[in-house]
């Protein structure tokens, strides 16, 4: 028996049928061969991956899901895309887009395939919109993986919920939380996540900020927002950080799109007033609440420039005011950090993952990756050698 089979041994999955889990991918065989062999024993109705990669790499990925469909017996549908690449990320949303409009299943979620999903709280979280109707998007808390031994909390504050029944509620209560809400990678109804997309398409909100926005803030516009303290999923940032001459960390924009386009400070006057209405019109015609109006540019530029980019780091809105206080701040350990914010930032930082709050799910995700980083450089697929890992 393989380390995930004996840690999920005996435990009920059977919501999973429910669920259809899509994967965009790009010129990374390592990260998808990873990503797939863990999911793949789980019972997923079925698995989309959306691959937009080169060709040499995209032959690799045919390899790898042939091979993963006869080791397990999950539906793999592989989609490949030529979209060419835009300056501001939209084919990003034109292959996700797709991908999704392809579900079949009441309930769907994506993930990156740098991603591990904890099945257990996909579970929960269908278990609850099935006996929820108000609710439009469940999960639980998510996690990344910033250095072999560091496991930090991510996606804003995890433990927000929105319950008010009234939308405009919603809403200020997200702008009351003042971080970005996270909602992306829940779990969703397959009806919504697809009106996402194709919304996407007839506002041609195909823009890597302004469309993350309206995925984020779509969902809301229908429904209640439930997040259980669970852990949803660990994301592999290992490799986003390279050290170079005296340790200084150096960000690897390839390994996050977030960081690759232009942020939304250097867009061009017209370009974001353009995108701003078509976003702010696609969100109240989806609503019965023309109030929201207000509320949509708040949240925006919450979301994108009350916080900001120096260097390819986000600064705290505490630093804003000096080049010196964000140089101070990069140098501080991250428990400090933690506590100046649970003082003077909300608690925006939060503390990292102590290891015996690590659940044996966590444990065996941490494992997988330390494991399989040394093929990270070559790019090779391992899901060969993963099996053995204990």
């Not at 496991?151 to 200020?172: A, F, H, I, K, M």
Request: proline share 4%; with cysteine; hydrophobic share 35%.
């Amino acid at each position: 028996m393989d380390c995930v089979y004996e840690t999920y041994e005996g435990k009920d999955l059977s919501q999973l049928q429910k669920v259809t889990l899509v994967i965009p991918t790009h010129n990374r065989n390592y990260y998808l061969s990873r990503c797939l062999w863990y999911h793949a024993h789980f019972p997923f109705a079925e698995i989309i991956v959306a691959d937009s990669s080169d060709e040499s790499k995209r032959r690799v990925n045919h390899q790898t899901i042939s091979e993963i469909q006869q080791m397990f017996s999950t539906k793999i549908t592989y989609l490949e895309y030529d979209f060419p690449a835009e300056e501001y990320g939209g084919e990003i949303y034109r292959k996700w887009g797709d991908a999704v409009s392809r579900v079949e299943t009441e309930f769907s979620l994506s993930c990156t395939d740098k991603e591990f999903l904890i099945p257990m709280t996909i579970a929960k979280s269908v278990m609850f919109l099935d006996e929820h109707p108000d609710y439009s998007i469940a999960d639980g808390r998510y996690y990344m993986m910033k250095a072999m031994n560091l496991v930090l909390p991510w996606q804003g504050v995890n433990t927000l919920e929105l319950t008010s029944n009234d939308v405009l509620q919603r809403l200020n209560g997200l702008l009351n939380s003042n971080v970005p809400i996270g909602t992306q990678f829940a779990l969703q109804r397959s009806k919504i996540h697809k009106s996402i997309f194709s919304n996407m398409d007839t506002y041609n909100l195909y823009d890597l900020r302004f469309g993350e926005t309206e995925i984020e803030l779509f969902p809301i516009l229908y429904g209640k927002l439930m997040r259980c303290p669970d852990a949803m999923s660990l994301r592999d940032i290992t490799q986003n950080i390279k050290m170079t001459g005296f340790n200084r960390g150096t960000i690897v924009k390839s390994e996050s799109s977030y960081l690759r386009y232009p942020w939304i400070s250097d867009y061009p006057k017209v370009r974001y007033e353009k995108y701003l209405n078509s976003l702010t019109e696609c969100l109240i015609n989806n609503s019965d609440e023309k109030v929201i109006e207000k509320v949509i540019e708040k949240v925006f530029h919450q979301r994108y420039l009350g916080t900001d980019l120096d260097e390819g780091k986000m600064k705290h809105p505490l630093l804003n005011k000096s080049s010196f206080m964000r140089y101070i701040w990069k140098k501080l350990p991250y428990e400090f950090k933690v506590i100046i914010s649970k003082y003077f930032g909300s608690g925006m930082v939060e503390p990292r993952l102590r290891k015996n709050k690590m659940t044996k799910e966590i444990k065996i995700i941490i494992r997988l990756i330390k494991s399989t980083s040394k093929y990270y450089e070559t790019d090779s697929i391992v899901h060969h050698m993963m099996g053995d890992i204990r």
